[in-house]
């Protein structure tokens, strides 16, 4: 029996705060987005929910006349002063690459990918902080995802990203792809750029914003620099059929980072865990 996918895809983390770049086909201060003084830092978060299939109870298929499922991105820190205010102060932690207020801010019993062991021991190892912390990828990384909003799962934790789907309940379901390359992926910027070919320059097909699309895997080569990072191009097909590639800057799957931040019993809050999807 033909497998289905959950519209509630368990997203994970990334997108960058930064400056705007030169966009390679304009010439104007822009990103890749081609929105000018609009860069899509405004990232998405992802749910968390789990995938199920549309025979599981309750589960409505997406007629197949569908064309868009559009993603929103949800900030729910607001609601607790204690988390919005760790997450301001996370967030200049980031910007200014402060190591030791960094490791202040993760709980002793962390989880991460490098094993079962976790902890800021393993933290610090697995990100290379006990060396160069200034060169290395952990920022790039929490800056990607930290803009991708969050969600409040019970009493005292909080889970980034989180992307929700307001046009689809979490009872809807849609068919699996048929082409087994590519799966479901959410765009998380405004106006990002779907171009003819892998190239800053090559003819852009159309924009979009924040919906869900089909999306292959990466490409090694080329690549296009955008605030001092090198971003491959994925293949990337609408639900309506159009087809192209965008850079990775603006997608999130359910593979990439996840973050969840947790209350302590005295009333603080610590990243508990930093690992990418399954």
Known sequence: MKKYIATCLLLTLLTACGSPEKDATTGKTATENGSVANDASKGANQSGQTQQGANSPNKTVVPAN??????EIKDESTKDAKLAAFMKELNTV?????????LAMIDPALKTAAGAEGGKASFQTEWSLDKQSEKSSIWFVLAELLPLGGKLEGAGQYVIPNLTYPDFPATTAFAEPSDPAYSYTAVTGDHVNLREKPDGKGKVITQLSREVV???AALDKPV?????HDYRWRP???LDGKKGYMIEKYLRSSNDYRMTIKQTSNGEWKIASLAKGE
């Open 214 to 216: 089909l999306a292959a």
């Open 66 to 71: 569908v064309k868009q499922i559009k993603v």
């Open 236 to 238: 990337v097909m609408t």
């Open 224 to 228: 296009l620099r955008l605030e001092n």
């Open 94 to 102: 980031v910007q200014t690459k402060k190591k030791d207020k960094l």
